[in-house]
């Protein structure tokens, strides 16, 4: 099913080898067998099975009100998934609306940089997230809050065109690198080495038109998603 996405009709699931993992259903006299596959899209959701008795065959009326089923379920599944991402959207959002709203608030700017880069770690599991303040007059970046223990192993302090975060700096836009191991803009490849499949995504702090810092992303396994980059930039 996985591989057809059709569905299959068995009249004796002890003589079919692709119903080998269903013959235990035999001994309760059960070796029919109808099942279809519950399809979103290209997504393989989940499969329907219906066991019968022996001699039991779904009519054409019955084939067509399973199909409506299966689309039904399908139909339901697909929905409950939009609507915890929407939830998980929401409650990211809003996460970071309260740390906006610290900043304005707050007489403490370390704490509120804390928050900003707690908030940020937190977009998705095992991120990690660095707020580096823009020194002007030594022209240097500088790790000022830091969320998950695994950033602090790189420089607190550096050049302000060094490394990834140089690349923001620079181009004083958001930056984005699916394999920081072969980026030539790498400063620490044995890092990036330790933890494969992890990406880069920098996003410059500017307070109008001043560059006040880079705020880094870095999440393992995958490329920061649109959403996720938007929201860093709030």
Known sequence: LARSRGSIDVSDVTADPRTASMRWAAGFGLRSLFAAPIVSGDDL????????????????????????????????VRNVREYSEAVQRATRLREL??????????????????????????????????????????????????????????PVERAADFGLPGLVTTTRRP???????????????????????????????LVGDTFVGVLDFIVPGRVASQEEQELLQL
């Open 175 to 205: 930056v984005i690198v699916a394999d920081p191991v072969q980026h030539p803009a790498t400063a620490v490849p044995d890092w990036w080495r330790r933890h494969p499949g992890a990406t880069y995504c920098g996003v410059p702090i």
């Open 45 to 76: 959701l989940g499969v329907l099975t219906l066991h019968g008795v022996d001699g039991w065959k779904p009519g054409e009326e019955e084939r067509a009100l399973l199909v409506a089923l299966v689309a039904r379920i399908a139909f339901s």
């Open 97 to 154: 609306v309260a740390v906006t709203r610290s900043i304005s608030a707050s007489l403490d700017p370390a704490a509120v940089m804390q928050a900003i880069a707690d908030a940020a770690g937190a977009l998705s599991p095992g991120a990690l997230a660095t707020m580096h303040i823009y020194d002007r007059d030594r022209d240097q970046l500088r790790a000022f809050a830091v969320s998950g223990e695994e950033a602090r192993r790189f």
